[in-house]
């Protein structure tokens, strides 16, 4: 596949038709965007021959000495950002070529940061440690704000590796939340089941709700609660990271059956039932 049929273009293309062409394709396929690498490669060189008029005078002419493929050249060893190439662009204007000076810099860094709910609730500070591929140790401080969700990311420029005589690559610290013994998560709310014994749920009770941030609420369930019901604490959830705003709490009440050793008791309750399903039918 030749450079012109990468970009989709025909040999007459213009300047301005070329670079249109490569900003909608490299969008596409690069692979930050979940693009294919091999595909944005292809797109990038062409693009690299035929914004150079030198260049593309020698592709539409070719010599005995002209080679497409350059041996070594991969998505591997090209550090490419795609904000960096648009960046470029609009910075060195319609003439501009990005890939003149590709920005070089070490790689990044990732290391993970493991929390708990109560974490996300109230944020937390950590000293974390880690090793370069210099040898050298580096230490960061990390501010973990509120309303963090697993797999978030927090970005600290130039502290990356270091190995090479280049900039600095980036720190990345992964968040991973890890399982609460009482509360499951979905988005900013919680929830929590709590086993009550059956004739509970007849006549009606009262429970003590442990909250994420530690309180004690006093819940009132209503006689007649069937189990798995489901009753909303509002504003006891987790923090919107954006503005702060707290979910809920939602506590899910599920039955536990007695087991009735004592005849005259399970008479007893039988009685009841009986009764009970004849005040049901009046």
Do not use: C
Not at 70 to 90: A, T
Not at 195 to 209: E, F, P, R
Request: hydrophobic residues 35%; proline residues 5%.
């Amino acid at each position: 596949m030749d450079h012109y049929t990468s970009l989709g273009l025909h040999k007459s293309a213009s300047e301005k038709e070329i670079k249109t062409a490569f900003r909608r394709l490299a969008a596409k396929h690069h692979p930050d965007k979940g693009g294919d690498h091999k595909e944005f490669i292809r797109i990038k060189e062409a693009y690299e021959v035929l914004s150079d008029p030198q260049k593309r005078q020698q592709y539409d002419n070719p010599q005995p000495q002209w080679n497409q493929q350059r041996p070594g050249f991969g998505y591997d060893n090209v550090n490419v950002d795609i904000q960096d190439i648009f960046g470029n662009m609009f910075r060195n204007g319609a003439q501009g070529n990005p890939f003149q000076n590709p920005p070089k810099r070490n790689k990044d860094i990732t290391i993970a940061a493991k929390i708990t709910l109560e974490d996300v609730l109230n944020g937390k500070n950590l000293i974390a440690s880690y090793a370069l591929r210099s040898g050298k140790k580096e230490t960061v401080d990390i501010e973990i704000p509120p309303g963090m969700k697993d797999g978030d990311i927090i970005r600290y420029s130039g502290l990356g590796d270091d190995i090479l005589q280049m900039q600095r690559g980036d720190l990345h610290v992964k968040i991973q939340i890890l399982n609460d013994v009482n509360w499951m998560r979905e988005g900013i709310h919680l929830y929590r089941e709590y086993k009550i014994n059956a004739l509970d749920l007849i006549v009606g009770t009262s429970i003590i709700v442990d909250t994420i941030d530690g309180r004690q609420l006093n819940l009132k369930i209503p006689p007649g609660t069937q189990t798995n019901g489901r009753f909303n604490i509002a504003q006891h959830g987790l923090p919107n990271r954006k503005n702060g705003t707290r979910g809920n709490a939602y506590i899910i009440v599920s039955a536990i059956i007695p087991k009735i050793k004592n005849s005259a008791v399970l008479q007893y309750v039988k009685s009841i039932k009986k009764t009970i399903e004849n005040d049901e039918a009046d």
